[in-house]
């Protein structure tokens, strides 16, 4: 158990649709990475959050958005969904005051998209 | 971030050691190299990371060449569970440090 808990882990909803993703980091990390992992492209970085402020994007379409709460939690909205969003969506995080090398991943949430 | 080229697979047999190759001839002096894996159907699990000493860890081992072009994981004897996709990332120390994941290393092990 990496301590990084994300919800829901599977989510099957239509094309079109909005959905909403959450990520709760492990306690007393400040840094919330999203990637995206398709079948195709492998893990893309999506973007990243450190301590409610955005710090790095990566390769994020402009449908999706994210954000992190001063609870430290962090959501991932995906809009205006497509077929090719049908992947699965890990949170990570760090401690990245003091850097040890090493994030902590969730388990993922399987979006499927019909 | 400098990329890194990995076998696409390799096979081992149960409880003899494993050494996953990576090659990274455009390492810059201020790039960690750390390896991830992962297990079928779970997140990336961090295993070792290291700049230029070898690093030895409960997990594995990593050995770093001299000029730093290239190094190794290790893994001393390999069990089941170690069936995974074994990534080698490099990371700027000055870099927001997230994780640039390439194909990684498919790890089969035998009985």
């Known amino acids: 158990d990496s301590g990084v808990t994300q919800t829901p882990k599977h989510l099957i909803t239509a094309t079109g649709q909005r959905v909403t993703l959450r990520c709760s980091p492990r306690s007393g990390d400040l840094s919330v990475y999203w990637y995206q992992q398709s079948l195709d492209q492998g893990l893309q970085f999506l973007i990243q959050y450190y301590n409610g402020e955005e710090r790095a994007k990566g390769n994020i379409l402009e449908r999706f958005s994210a954000q992190q709460f001063p609870d430290l939690h962090s959501e991932l909205n995906l809009s205006s969904l497509e077929l090719g969003d049908s992947a699965l969506y890990f949170c990570?995080?760090?401690?990245?005051?003091?850097?040890?090398?090493?994030?902590?991943f969730g388990e993922g949430s399987r979006l499927t998209v019909l | 971030d400098a990329k890194t080229t990995q076998p696409n697979s390799m096979e081992s047999n149960e409880e003899e050691p494993v050494h996953l190759p990576c090659n990274h001839s455009t390492i810059s002096g201020t790039d960690y190299i750390h390896w991830y894996r992962q297990l079928p159907s779970q997140g990336p699990e961090y295993v070792i990371h290291g700049l230029t000493s070898n690093v030895n860890n409960r997990m594995a081992s990593l050995a770093i060449a001299e000029d730093r072009k290239s190094s190794t994981l290790i893994l001393h004897r390999a069990t089941l569970r170690d069936a995974a996709v074994y990534y080698c990332?490099?990371?700027?120390?000055?870099?927001?440090?997230?994780?640039?994941f390439g194909s990684g290393t498919q790890l089969t092990v035998l009985p």
């Open positions: 990570a995080s760090s401690e990245q005051r003091v850097w040890t090398g090493e994030l902590f």
């Open positions: 990332i490099l990371i700027y120390s000055g870099s927001a440090r997230q994780l640039t």
